[in-house]
């Protein structure tokens, strides 16, 4: 394969410029044309490292400590076979009805 490939056939220079072709800059009317900045003095120095905040409280070490063992306990239950599976699932929709409503009764609290 490389035997038909000789000097006389093959050349990495065949005349056609390699040049990327001329920028065209487009700029839509809507927006600013491009002019000098202007320092706008606000009085305050700019922040560039807001601090991102959760939307709302996230669980409390207090709770997570309370919850955790019993959720804990309540799987360890369901693989021993110790409960019956309408006991399991009826404890998860217990958990998931108190989760629901404690956010709502949690920002509740929070707008007052």
Do not use: W
Not at 95 to 105: M, Q, V
């Amino acid at each position: 394969m490389l035997a038909s490939c000789n000097s006389q056939s093959f050349a990495l220079d065949d005349g056609i410029p390699n040049t990327a072709p001329p920028a065209v800059i487009s700029q839509s009317t809507k927006e600013r044309a491009p002019g000098p900045l202007v320092k706008k003095d606000t009085g305050t120095y700019p922040t560039f490292d807001r601090t991102l905040l959760a939307a709302n409280e996230q669980i409390e070490d207090e709770d997570y400590n309370k919850s955790e063992p019993r959720m804990a306990t309540l799987a360890r239950a369901r693989r021993s076979g110790s409960i019956s599976e309408a006991e399991y699932q009826k404890r998860v929709a217990e958990y998931r009805k108190l989760a629901a409503e404690h956010g709502t009764d949690a920002l509740n609290q929070i707008s007052k």
